[in-house]
């Protein structure tokens, strides 16, 4: 490769970095709105959400286009090679949440709707969780941070626990009060899309270890940080 086309090649991955930051802001802000329209009552908020999801699908298509293009072209090795297949893979995970603060929002517009009702603590808890997590992992993308991705992923056990926390409280409530179990399957459906979102940060987390380090840690709990299990095993290196 010609140093022209070498300067070129990483300009373009310079561009596909920038690209998922800025899709990344997206994701962040559709589900701080559709959290907002929940917590408000606002159905107008909830429709923004909604109809502007095609924004967060086409920013996408278009990384996906720029990272297709270049894996065909320029064919890269070593950790050019994994900042490309991590890219895609985050692009695909930054979609997910978009889709998940629609999730949010359709729930959102439902219960603006019903008899008003306040969402748990928890559930505002777990939405401040999420954004965050999303938040650092792209930062921790963007500076090739494997420490701090490895942080991000053990904060995954504490939305999972908010979830399990609010599951039981919106139970209790609709077993001593009926009239509830709508709402309260509504904002279940929210802590679940909320929880999901963490998974998804945690997602783009690994990713970042995998492109620093060459190393998978998904299913390899010692490898992120957390107690080795009896009879784990490591995983493998790429060079």
Known sequence: MSVDMHRHFHDELNDVKVRLLTMSGEAEA???LAVEALLERDGAKAQSVIQNDRIIDTMEMEVEETCVNLLALQQPMARDLRMLTSALKIANDLERVGDHAVNIAQSAA????ARPIT??????EMARLARDMLSDALEAFIR????????????????DNLHRSVFRILLTHMMEDPHMIGAGMELFL?????????????NVAEDVVFLVEGKSIKHHAEDRGEPRASGAQRSPTIA
């Open 119 to 124: 969402p748990e603590p928890e559930i505002v």
């Open 110 to 113: 439902r219960l603006a709707q």
């Open 144 to 159: 090739g941070d494997a420490a701090e991705a490895r942080e991000i992923c053990l904060r995954d056990d504490k939305v």
């Open 190 to 202: 929210v802590s679940r899309n909320l929880e999901r979102v963490a998974d998804l940060a945690t």
């Open 30 to 32: 559709a589900l701080g």
